[in-house]
């Protein structure tokens, strides 16, 4: 019989709610402290609390619970760069759970669950400009609040740098579409085509006076940084997120011949994997980055490597070369320095050593800004950002409020989600009266890690997405195929749920096998080697005298 389980000394691994025949035990994953995963997820996400409902079957329960934090798995389970991953506990037993990879079955899964639609609580409407992922998830979280909202897109459709700045093979259209659906089903109104800002469409001020009671901004960093290069306005040059915008439309450029692309973050790797897939017969990079220190995330670099595309590290570009009016090649220098004493980016370069490469055609994919113009005269615009408060998001004008790349600069999708959700409760509690900071400052510790568990675990070999075949005849067909719903559970099997905390629930159908205390790597829990520690049975049956004469 199960007698005790020691909390000081249970890590919450779940390795009794596994290995117990009977189903005894459950598990606690509302803890105060974060397990390391959740810790390094910037939206926050209860990863082991979901993991932990996967385990008991529970698919729909996983899905809200994860859908409390971020609304959208089906597009971070595939464009996500998992940080999560990276501080998985798990990695000191064998490697670390396939966290996105569970992200995406649920995200999919999610997708064809009934779409309630919240009841309308409240009669102030609000205006979200921008739906990339951070109006989005603001016009989300106010609609299931109760908030009438209005979305404003200067495109022809809405998704945003989702629809327009990452390629299909990543994110299919299908996906984004099924996305803005279910947002439709919560209420959500879209008006596309509508440029909001000073020389748009219309202006915040008319936003206020159409009464609109408060403003989310999301336009994004949708332009391309240029650079001032003789040259540049020569047939075959392109601009990074303009050429991806491109792809996604009905501009589609033709690409031939070879393809140099300059710069080494993710919209250079998409640029060139993107011109590859267009036709190109051979694709080079070029950075003024060292390969460890190029900022496209590792998982890109490596799809780059298998498309066949060639980095040249620590070279920029020196001069174009042109004839008639045509791109024909470039010449790039070593970067010998990126930054100055101070830290300042400030590239020195060695003339003497350069590379020439010719090329039909030149990307260049050298960063990425918003275009801000529209709102100077309404918000605080500092170096090519919204200024906004920490925590709350709030802008300079009181009822406006701004996240995503607009402002903090280009980051994560992951990021500009959880910044549209931080907006989303601050609108909420600026319309109620309330204090907008509140305790939303309050950061929760981390799971010590003298107390994670990994000592006696059972090694399990991860499971990975495999990639679909190609097909000539659809080039950017989705790259990577979902784990199966088999593949899934093993996943979240994995998971250590680090910080959780095991209980006794139905003690009475202990069998008194040992196989939870054989198998609890703390050590935490001790069963008593009878199957009740005190014979009750003795209390309720009647004795019947030697004498009696049904004994004869």
């Known amino acids: 019989m199960i007698q005790s389980i020691n909390p000081a000394a249970c890590t919450g691994c779940g390795s009794c709610t596994k290995t117990c025949p009977l189903d005894v035990f459950r598990l606690d994953t509302r ?20 993991h932990y409902r996967i385990q008991q079957g529970d698919l729909d329960g996983a899905a809200r619970l994860y859908m409390r934090a971020q609304p959208f798995p089906a597009i971070t389970g595939r464009v996500c760069f998992h940080p999560c991953e990276s501080a998985c506990a798990r990695a000191a037993v064998d490697a670390p759970v396939n966290i996105n990879g569970v992200e995406q079955v649920l995200g999919d899964w999610a997708m064809d669950m009934p779409a309630d639609r919240p009841v309308r609580r409240h009669i102030a409407r609000v205006a979200v400009v921008g739906s990339g992922p951070a109006g989005l998830s603001c016009a989300w979280f106010l609609a299931r609040m109760g908030y009438p909202v209005t ?64 403003v989310m901004l999301a336009p994004g960093a949708s332009a391309g940084r240029r650079l001032a290069l003789e040259g540049c306005d020569a047939e075959g040059v392109h601009w990074g997120l303009e050429f991806l915008r491109a792809c996604r439309g009905d501009e589609q450029p033709r690409i031939s ?61 020196a001069r174009l070369l042109v004839d008639n009016g045509r791109i024909t090649g470039i010449e790039l220098q070593a970067c010998t320095a990126l930054r100055d004493a101070q830290g300042r980016f400030a590239p020195v370069f060695d003339a003497a050593r350069t590379l020439r490469l010719n090329a039909s055609h030149v990307i260049f994919a050298v960063g990425q800004v918003s275009e801000l113009d529209g709102f100077a005269e309404d918000v605080t615009v500092e170096h090519g950002r919204i200024v906004v408060e920490d925590v709350t998001r709030a802008t300079s004008q009181w009822g406006v409020f701004a996240a995503g790349d607009a402002a903090t600069g280009p980051a994560s999708v992951v990021a500009a989600i959880a910044g549209g959700r931080e907006c989303a409760v601050s609108i909420h509690r600026m319309l109620k009266g309330a204090d907008l900071r509140g305790e939303r400052d309050r950061t929760r510790p981390a799971v010590p890690e003298a107390s994670l568990p990994g000592r006696d675990i059972q090694k399990e070999p991860r499971h990975e997405r495999a990639r679909r075949p190609e097909d000539p005849q659809a080039p950017f067909a989705e ?56 014979a009750r049975t003795l209390d309720q049956v009647e004795v019947i005298p030697a004498t009696d004469p049904q004994r004869a």
């Open 31 to 50: 803890q105060e402290s974060l397990s390391p995963c959740m810790a390094a997820c910037p939206a926050g996400v209860d990863i082991r609390g979901t």
């Open 479 to 534: 790259r990577l195929q979902a784990l199966d719903r088999e593949a899934c559970f093993a996943e979240a099997l994995r998971c250590m749920t680090c910080g959780s905390k095991a209980r006794i629930v139905y003690t009475d159908d202990c069998m008194t096998c040992f196989s939870c205390e054989l198998h609890c790597p703390s050590g935490a829990i001790f069963v008593h080697p009878f199957k009740e520690r005190f």
């Open 151 to 214: 979305v404003f897109e200067a495109a022809p459709f809405p998704g945003g740098m989702l629809r327009y700045g990452i390629p299909a093979y990543r994110l299919p259209d299908e996906i984004v579409t099924a996305q803005i659906a279910r947002l439709e089903a919560l209420g959500v109104v879209f008006r596309c085509n509508t440029r909001v800002g000073r020389d748009g469409d219309i202006s915040l001020k008319e936003l206020k006076r159409r009464g609109f009671k408060a």
């Open 257 to 317: 011949g070879d393809v140099v692309v300059i710069g080494g973050g993710d919209v250079a790797v998409d640029a060139a994997i993107t011109a590859r897939r267009l036709g190109a017969q051979n694709v080079h990079m070029a950075c003024l980055e060292s390969r460890d220190a190029m900022p496209a995330y590792p998982h890109n670099q490596a799809d780059a490597e298998q498309e066949g595309i060639v980095f040249h590290c620590g070279f920029g570009p």
